[in-house]
Nanobody
Framework: QVHVVESGGGLVQAGGSLTLSCAASGGTFTGYAMGWFRQAPGKERELVARISNLGRTIDYADSVKGRFTISRDNAKNTVYLRMNNLKAEDTGVYYC?????????????WGQGTQVTVSS
């Protein structure tokens, strides 16, 4: 089972940038796609970015296209989320998760997440 630890969140002004990191362990990292989810206050958790196991296929939610970039370093078992031009509506707790190939559903248990707060 893949275990993840997210980091890199913080408080940033609107228009600013942050880079989140997710360190994975306990599984064969290159066997999984990885995704970043976020949960805003009072809302359901949503998938914002997904990257295939070798990084060849990347998808974004419409709300973050052109502003967020997902990447992975398979040598370090780590996936990143670079967030530019942040908006107040990007505020929330960000989580990463492994996914099976061809699936958008998270597997395994959630990490503690990392809080992103964007002030307007």
């Amino acid at each position: 089972q893949v275990h993840v630890v997210e980091s890199g969140g913080g408080l940033v002004q609107a228009g600013g940038s942050l880079t989140l990191s997710c360190a994975a362990s306990g599984g064969t990292f290159t066997g999984y796609a990885m995704g970043w989810f976020r949960q805003a206050p009072g809302k359901e958790r949503e998938l914002v970015a997904r990257i295939s196991n070798l990084g060849r296929t990347i998808d974004y939610a419409d709300s973050v296209k052109g502003r967020f970039t997902i990447s992975r370093d398979n040598a370090k078992n780590t996936v990143y989320l670079r967030m530019n031009n942040l908006k107040a509506e990007d505020t929330g707790v960000y989580y990463c998760s492994a996914m099976l190939t061809g699936s958008r559903a998270p597997i395994g248990s959630w990490g503690q997440g990392t809080q992103v707060t964007v002030s307007s």
